[in-house]
């Protein structure tokens, strides 16, 4: 009796370890196909064209790895007589793999991190007058993340070709963004944004000929 006793533990013991065994290789198996998965549909989501999907991503000529984690298409008219500014787009923008330049930003603000978020926005202005006009957009930006961002100061750019403002002649047109850094914050937790849009200056004697105006925009 006490010899089958013997034997019918280790039939147990053989049992357990091989369906402990088994286990093993099904959730192994299950973390490699979800791994797999995943890096499917990361693969699927590069671009090498403009970022218009969230979970877009590309990476740049320097390495730096960019994606999209947030839009708001928002192809609105602001009428600033004799200013007419359309803002296309808001794009949130993660960068990460980070190269010199952006850790010395980071570096600066004394974070450490290895990402940190932008804020892109798409728009043209029009001079609508014959006049000469100073126009300098967006001027500042708060966050519902309790951020306020100088966009004259610490937009990314800084080149008035790109960024469409600056002194409009009569009856122009320009296109332009501007790309500011949002930095400590959880792209799920960017709700919204407030813009303020500065005042419109008569050129010859930066006379104000209409008031800038703020705007909340959602994400």
């Not at 369906?19 to 890096?39: D, I, L, Y």
């Not at 979970?55 to 007419?84: D, R, S």
Request: include cysteine.
């Amino acid at each position: 009796m006490k010899k089958y006793y013997m034997s019918f533990i280790a039939l147990l013991a053989a049992l357990m370890l091989l369906v402990a065994c088994s286990n093993n290789e099904t959730s192994s198996s299950r973390n490699e196909k979800s791994s797999q998965k995943s890096e499917a549909e990361g693969d699927s989501l590069k671009t090498d064209g403009p970022l218009e999907k969230v979970g877009q991503w590309k990476t740049e000529k320097n390495g730096t790895k960019v994606t999209l984690k947030k839009v708001a298409k928002v192809n609105k008219t602001f009428n600033l007589n004799p200013i007419k500014m359309n803002i296309d787009e808001v794009k949130v923008i993660e960068r990460s793999n980070l190269q010199a330049s952006d850790k010395e930003l980071l570096k600066e603000k004394g974070i450490k991190s290895n990402k940190f978020l932008t804020i892109q926005f798409a728009y043209n202005i029009e001079n609508k007058s014959d006049q000469e006009i100073l126009f300098q957009g967006i001027k500042i930006i708060t966050t519902n993340t309790k951020k306020q961002i100088d966009a004259s100061h610490d937009d990314m750019i800084q080149n008035r070709e790109e960024t469409g403002t600056g002194i409009f002649h009569g009856q122009v047109r320009k296109e332009g963004y501007i790309v500011v850094p949002c930095l400590n914050t959880n792209p799920d937790d960017l709700n919204y944004i407030n813009i303020k849009i500065g005042d419109v200056l008569k050129n010859e004697d930066a006379s104000i000929l209409h008031e800038g105006i703020n705007e909340k925009i959602n994400f």
